[in-house]
């Protein structure tokens, strides 16, 4: 009778046989040895900083153009805010007086800019671990929301919890403009998802051992905790910060005073006041002073005009159009954007406030009905006219992608 001749058990004895050469293996013994090799190739392969293909700043900036349009300031902030972090990581190897400080980001621009794209694109390009975590849900330990410590329950999900790589990821902290400080004025209520969670995140941007908890969620006593080390870890945080253009316009205006003021007050570009956007900024928006001092690396994003928005339907790589052709395409259907409608999709989106992600928002208002019926005929190429957006474009609810 055939049996493992790993185990031994009878093939009766065993859901699977498998038959080679000169013997057997049964299923539970291939699990076995599937967890073996698997645990030895990590083993062999720990994560080691200094086997990082680490590229230049020109080179992350050539890369990043490739999937983000403009932005070239926010651009260049990030290409060498990384590049300085990486290089920081394969120096605390060696013995040196010299010890250089993390890099930690905030980037400030509207929604729909492009925040969350750069940094994803980034994380992309270094093959580290990467999450996105929305602030809005956080809050102080001990209240409804999530803990300040999920933020690294996510990296180690990512990370398939080997710590040591997840201690080497980049977290990009969304929306970090809700949890300003609600106002100056003291109150009888705790102000537990604001100033709150400021407070909370300081230990994670400075550095520090924080015990987290595998699977999320609230911590409690009998727990199993994952310590990880912080140090390493590079925070990007992004905001639209909706109203610090006033902050900036009252800290100009306060400086313009005296001669030569002005010519100064000419040199302002007052359509695009984020680009003077300043640390003290933050703070008059509701930033603690301490957590803006854990973010020494500012930039801008900024708003996209017309010409951005038809540049970001078309030219990256994984641009809107491309992925809706490629879509038809797997159909077996060529599906062709005349000039003049992609130039409508740019104009509702410019109408309606919505920036590069209300491109997305628009064309899937056009190319529903399309996606719908086509798979089922028999048709080899679609024109998508400005008429036929136009039409479809007004068939759908306009107040739902008005901006409030």
């Known amino acids: ?34 967890g073996i090799v698997d645990e030895e190739l990590r083993s062999k392969t720990d994560f080691n900083v200094d086997a990082l293909p680490l590229p230049k700043p020109k080179e992350i900036k050539e890369f990043l153009d490739q999937y983000v349009i403009g932005q ?67 809050t102080e330990a001990g209240y409804v929301g999530e803990d300040i410590e999920s933020i690294l329950t996510r990296l180690l ?4 919890y080997d710590v040591k790589h997840a201690e080497k990821g980049i977290v990009f902290i969304d929306e970090i403009d809700k949890i300003a400080r609600k106002s100056d004025n003291p109150s009888i209520t705790r102000d537990v998802s604001g100033e709150g969670v400021q ?11 924080v015990n987290v908890p595998p699977q999320g969620g609230r911590k409690h006593p009998e727990q ?9 870890i590079l925070f990007v945080c992004g905001g639209a910060f909706d109203g610090i253009e006033k902050k900036i316009g009252n800290r100009l205006n306060t400086k313009i005073i005296g001669y030569g003021a002005t010519k100064d007050a000419e040199r302002i570009d007052r359509v695009n006041l984020l680009q003077y956007i ?15 001092g854990r973010l020494p690396v500012l930039t ?23 992925q809706y052709e490629k879509l038809f395409e797997m159909d077996g259907i060529k599906l062709n954007f005349h000039e003049d409608a992609l130039n409508y999709i740019v104009d509702k989106a410019m109408e309606f406030k919505l920036g590069a992600r209300g491109l997305r928002s628009i064309c899937e208002a056009i190319m529903m009905d399309a996606m719908f019926e086509l798979p089922s005929k028999k048709i ?9 957006a136009h039409r479809k474009f007004e068939k759908i609810n306009i107040k739902r992608l008005k901006v409030a």
């Open 157 to 160: 999900q990512v990370a398939d």
């Open 300 to 322: 801008y994003l900024n708003p996209l005009d017309k010409g951005a928005l038809r540049n970001i339907l078309t030219v990256p790589k994984n641009s809107i159009i491309k």
């Open 199 to 209: 407070q909370g995140l300081l230990k994670l941007l400075e550095g520090s051992i």
């Open 278 to 292: 300043a640390p003290q900024d933050l703070k008059s928006f509701g930033l603690i002073p301490e957590i803006i």
């Open 1 to 34: 009778m055939d049996k493992c001749s790993f185990c031994g058990r009878d093939k009766k004895d065993t859901q699977l046989l498998i038959a080679g050469i000169s013997g057997h293996i049964c299923d539970s013994c291939v699990e076995q040895a599937h």
């Open 380 to 388: 080899e190429k679609v024109d998508v006219t400005l008429d036929y």
């Open 72 to 138: 070239d300031e926010a651009k260049k902030y990030l290409s060498v805010a990384v590049y300085n972090h990486y290089k920081r990581l394969k120096q605390s190897r060696k013995n040196d007086e010299v010890e250089i400080e993390k890099s930690n980001i905030i980037m400030v621009g509207e929604t729909g800019t492009g925040k969350t794209l750069l940094a994803r694109t980034i994380a992309k390009m270094l093959h580290v671990p990467f999450t996105i975590v929305d602030a809005t849900v956080l």
């Open 224 to 232: 199993k905790m994952i310590p990880v080390d912080t140090k390493n």
